[in-house]
């Protein structure tokens, strides 16, 4: 009986293994099969192989860009509709005179990625203070007659967000019609709240966006999240950038990195139209509400020009063109003749776009990276620092923001260019997160951005090579560990 008993349990542990072997295989052969970059396939296909039972379970929660199917089909339902509009919007607003040079190819490359034309005729305003950048938000929702449109990624009660609470309950008991979108993560601190329920209450609308739940996680993937920053009021003025509703001298305070130092731009012009449509569009897929038969009730509308500033208004995320702004970005570095200067808070690049960066800085351009010295996450920290030794080598200047969390997003080519918004330079703003940018053709305002990259730098150091060298081997050892993990970060 006791040989019977042994024999049983070799059987169902030779089983079982046979059985998580089998999983481990089919799915290492899946990950291949799907043809994703070499870095991210040997980062799966560790996990999967190394970890029994777990890297399954690890790969099928995080490991495929499922979107769900509902939202998949609304996607795919709102292409036809979509297009039209970029047709229509492209004929209202002609730009005849397509540039060569870094302009005309990176027009072109935007315009093939995402579809979007660029528009004439805007007027821009660079707004590098977070309590500037509330007092004029404030200022239009109080002025605001008829929608204000709110999209977040994270919205977190106290100090001045609550004076936005207050316009916006007295915007929608005159009669104005305020919708608030949220990330289900990132705005957790507001859903269920009593500023929530205030909001409610006085009838604003608040939906969170890809909600995390049980039930979520057999039909899509957990950490898609919706990263954009936009504001619209009245359909004639909006906002986007890289700050959160979210007062910097409360935010994080307890995590050691300082205040969060942020930019947003206010846009007027036919760009504020784009704008309005990326977030309806955010809101429909949670909504269903129809936003596309009915535009007039949500304020989508053609718009007289207000200035001289070209402006090409760039989506990105799942269920769009597969890493689009990834390939507007490295577009951009190929074509810079001159100068590149790169703020980011988050780098964790693949090796596509460390080839650019070191393309560039090899044929003469003056390539500088800006980064925050203490992010507010050490193995994302680590992970971009274990790049610095290979850049610097190549010849691109690396510089550590010492005044704070560095959060604004911002390129800068050739001191003619801008491209601004909410993405940073890491796989996860390229390929999970829901983004939005800009891409200004206009010295004036990529020279404004550039200064705003000057203050910056003169709170910041830059690394030198042979120092950075020198560095204890227990810091290279970890940031080499970290580098092994940043396809997954």
Known sequence: MLRELFSDNATLTWTLIAVDWTIRLLLGARIILRRSSVGFTLAWLAVVLLLPVLGAVIYLLLGERRLGTRRARRIAELRAPYGRWLEQLAA??????????PAGLIRRQARGAVGMPVLPGNTLELIADANRFLDRLLADIQGAA?????????????????????????????????????DDVGGSPLLGSEQHQRLTDAGVHVVPMLEV????????????????KIAVIDGAIGYTGSQNMADPQLFKQSEGVGEWID??????????????????????????????RKPEQYDVKRLSPTGDALVQVIPSGPGLSLLAIQEIILAAMYAAESELVLTSPY?????ALIK?????????????????????????KWAGESYFEELMEGGVKVHRYEGGMLHTKAIVI???????????????????????????????????LRDLQQQYLKSSQQLDLERWMARP?????????????SPLL
């Open 473 to 485: 081997a227990l810091l290279r050892f970890a940031q080499q560990t970290a580098q092994l993990l």
């Open 213 to 228: 739940g049980v039930v979520r996680t057999m039909f899509a993937r957990l950490d898609l999240r919706n990263h954009r």
């Open 356 to 380: 650019a960066l070191l393309s560039a800085a090899a044929r003469g351009v003056d390539v500088t990276l800006m980064v925050p010295r203490y992010p507010d996450s050490r193995i994302v």
């Open 92 to 101: 209202d607003f002609p730009v005849n005179h397509t540039p060569g040079g």
């Open 414 to 448: 050739d001191r003619q260019i801008a491209m601004f918004g909410s993405v940073n330079l890491d796989m996860r703003s390229f390929y999970l997160n829901y983004e939005i940018s800009l891409v200004v053709y206009d010295k004036d305002f990529a020279c404004k």
């Open 263 to 292: 930019a947003m731009v206010r846009v007027t012009g036919p760009a504020v139209e784009a704008l309005q449509v990326t977030l309806l569009a955010d809101w429909e897929f949670e909504t269903h509400e129809g936003v596309e």
């Open 146 to 182: 008829s929608s204000v449109h709110l999209e977040f990624y994270i919205w977190q009660p106290g100090g001045r967000v609550d004076d936005v609470c207050d316009a916006l309950v007295s915007a929608q008991k005159r009669g104005v019609k305020c919708r608030i979108l949220v």
């Open 347 to 351: 780098f964790i690049p693949d090796e």
